[in-house]
Protein backbone atom coordinates (compact mmCIF):
# COMPACT_ATOMS: atom_id res chain seq x y z
CA UNK A 1 0.00 0.00 0.00
CA UNK A 2 1.09 3.48 -0.74
CA UNK A 3 2.03 5.65 2.19
CA UNK A 4 -0.72 7.97 1.45
CA UNK A 5 -3.36 5.17 1.28
CA UNK A 6 -2.03 4.63 4.97
CA UNK A 7 -2.26 7.72 6.56
CA UNK A 8 -6.05 8.21 5.45
CA UNK A 9 -6.62 5.24 6.95
CA UNK A 10 -4.90 5.92 10.20
CA UNK A 11 -7.23 9.17 10.23
CA UNK A 12 -10.58 7.64 9.54
CA UNK A 13 -9.40 5.39 12.26
CA UNK A 14 -8.77 8.33 14.39
CA UNK A 15 -12.24 10.24 13.92
CA UNK A 16 -13.65 6.83 14.32
CA UNK A 17 -12.14 6.32 17.90
CA UNK A 18 -12.81 10.44 18.75
CA UNK A 19 -16.32 10.34 17.67
CA UNK A 20 -17.12 7.24 19.65
CA UNK A 21 -15.77 8.39 22.92
CA UNK A 22 -18.36 11.46 21.91
CA UNK A 23 -21.24 9.13 21.95
CA UNK A 24 -19.76 7.18 25.20
CA UNK A 25 -19.71 10.24 27.14
CA UNK A 26 -23.15 11.11 26.03
CA UNK A 27 -24.76 7.74 26.55
CA UNK A 28 -22.93 7.96 30.28
CA UNK A 29 -24.51 11.36 31.10
CA UNK A 30 -27.92 10.55 29.52
CA UNK A 31 -27.92 6.97 31.69
CA UNK A 32 -26.66 8.50 35.24
CA UNK A 33 -29.43 11.49 34.46
CA UNK A 34 -32.42 9.15 33.60
CA UNK A 35 -31.41 6.67 36.57
CA UNK A 36 -31.35 9.72 38.79
CA UNK A 37 -34.96 10.94 37.44
CA UNK A 38 -36.34 7.43 38.21
CA UNK A 39 -34.63 7.21 41.98
CA UNK A 40 -36.07 10.89 42.00
CA UNK A 41 -39.55 9.57 41.03
CA UNK A 42 -38.97 6.07 43.79
CA UNK A 43 -38.26 8.65 46.69
CA UNK A 44 -40.03 12.01 45.95
CA UNK A 45 -37.19 13.79 46.14
CA UNK A 46 -35.41 16.06 43.80
CA UNK A 47 -31.51 16.10 44.19
CA UNK A 48 -31.06 12.55 42.98
CA UNK A 49 -31.15 13.43 39.47
CA UNK A 50 -28.64 16.34 39.28
CA UNK A 51 -26.20 14.41 41.44
CA UNK A 52 -25.85 11.80 39.76
CA UNK A 53 -26.00 13.81 36.28
CA UNK A 54 -22.85 15.80 37.58
CA UNK A 55 -21.40 11.65 38.41
CA UNK A 56 -21.83 11.40 34.75
CA UNK A 57 -20.34 14.45 33.32
CA UNK A 58 -17.12 13.46 36.15
CA UNK A 59 -17.10 10.01 34.65
CA UNK A 60 -17.25 10.92 31.13
CA UNK A 61 -14.65 13.43 31.63
CA UNK A 62 -12.35 10.63 33.23
CA UNK A 63 -13.30 8.63 30.42
CA UNK A 64 -11.37 11.50 28.09
CA UNK A 65 -8.94 11.96 30.08
CA UNK A 66 -8.10 8.18 30.40
CA UNK A 67 -8.13 7.72 26.63
CA UNK A 68 -5.57 11.12 26.09
CA UNK A 69 -3.26 10.03 28.63
CA UNK A 70 -3.12 6.44 27.10
CA UNK A 71 -1.91 8.25 23.68
Same mark, same amino acid.
Given at each position: $? ?17 ? @?? @??? $????? !?? !? ?20 ? $? ?17
Amino acid at each position: $MPPDSNKKRKNRHQVIEWS @GL @GFQ $MLATI !AL !ATWGGSKLDEANGSNWISPALA $MLGVLLAIGLVLKKVLRK
